[in-house]
DNA sequence: CATATTAATGACGATATCATTATAATTTGA
DNA sequence: TCAAATTATAATGATATCGTCATTAATATG
């Protein structure tokens, strides 16, 4: 994800960037209140980290000029202890949350995803689930019930996306994009043969079929969870 | 989990024993500081306790003496209250946490699990550099310079197992038993075979050759970042 | 310097995975 | 109920990746 990070104080700077970094994003850094708000009314982020005492402005400032122009993106406040009413002022510039100085990483890296998860698509998770099905992103590995089960990169790949969009039904344009990276129409019916592959190897394992298909609409991974 | 406890008082050594058992941890217990050490150099744990006050050495001298050893274990220090500057203390032996006592059960495992919690994904980086080369674990992507380069997944999980040990000297057992997942010897050179793919495809994007070769040890993927 | 040892790379057949096609099964709507 | 539309799966040939072997290159040692 593409975070934009504002904040005037290099050895937090640091850590922040430091941080969000090694959970996999991107950081872009600005130090003052110009910098930043033009960083942020240009580009599109994920995800904007705001400290409130910069040397020429301050974050709430920022907040409210990004909301003025109707850029939805969300923010998180960095606040020094003393600072008073933030909560309240957060609200009333649209931030998202705030966060108070000193912090550790894992407080940093908690309300970022809590955010991002709440906002929009639930971040890059390591571990997905879906009932008795669970893949590791990490390890790349794929267990039914506890046990492994070997899956091609193609048939990894596409039971990753199902995975991520499980419970919502995904059509074979999306699919074709988002798993094969083809932005045209091939003409067969490659989707439904990799989805057949995967049923069957779910099949060999437990009862439950987890794809459900639906008719000229695509394809849902269905489960309460 | 396999936890050291290193602890001469003998009330404190029961329970912290008690506790983590009937937390479904296996637990050996030292009680002195020279037997603490030898344990600690001579096993795998995934956690180790150490009381500050030992009767032949403190807590700190045996942490030191751990990580001077390469050994990264989580260790969690106790401290006595009346003991000063136990956090800076902590921090320069390479420490992860304290505690002082007294302490109850429910503050002692809040930090046993806070602490392997953390040192357990945090072992697992979504992204792994060293110089120009760059993986993306999530995305299992490659890239040399900026520009993406195709892996097969053989070259992948070796590549990814020379960057999470980079700068250190791997042997092919090692490689074949963590990449391969073969614990006995294949009498051939599939992993020599496998290194020069990689360099190859290294070499067609940058001048440095990472992969260093150190003869009769194995290889290492070398930077200095 | 000569030779033995170790590592690097080219080449090859076996196998796995690929996209596609053909055919069977299912669902829909007249 | 029956044909048309849609989806599921079996089958196939093409290609990529696999492990192995053979050969060449590099390095160490006497």
């Known amino acids: 994800m593409d975070v934009l990070v504002v904040e005037d104080d290099a050895s937090v700077r640091t ?21 930043g708000e033009d960083y942020a009314l240009n580009n599109k982020f994920d995800i904007i980290i705001l400290d409130l005492g910069l040397p020429d402005g301050d974050g709430f400032e920022i907040c409210k000029e990004i909301r003025d122009h109707d850029i939805t993106t969300p923010v998180l406040i960095l606040s020094a202890e003393q600072e008073t009413d933030v909560k309240v002022k957060c609200l009333k510039v649209g931030a998202d949350d705030y966060l108070t100085k000193p912090f550790n990483p894992e407080e940093l890296m908690a309300r970022v995803e809590a955010i991002t998860r709440r906002s929009s698509d639930g971040g890059a998770e390591q571990i997905l689930t879906c ?39 995904v059509n074979q344009e999306e699919i074709a994009e988002n798993v094969w990276d083809i ?36 394809f849902v991974l269905r489960c309460d969870d």
């Open 15 to 35: 850590l922040v960037k430091a941080v969000l970094e090694k959970n996999g994003n991107d950081v872009r850094v600005a130090t003052t209140a110009q910098e």
């Open 183 to 218: 932005h045209f129409d091939t003409q067969t019916n490659y989707i439904n043969v990799y989805i057949s592959y995967l049923r069957k190897k779910i099949r060999d394992h437990t009862e439950n079929d987890y794809i459900e298909t639906v008719r000229k609409k695509g």
């Open 131 to 169: 009932g008795d099905l669970q893949v590791k992103m990490l390890e790349r590995e794929f267990t039914v019930n506890g046990t492994k089960v070997d899956l091609t990169n193609n048939e990894f790949n596409l039971l990753v996306y199902l995975l991520k969009n499980k419970n919502k039904i």
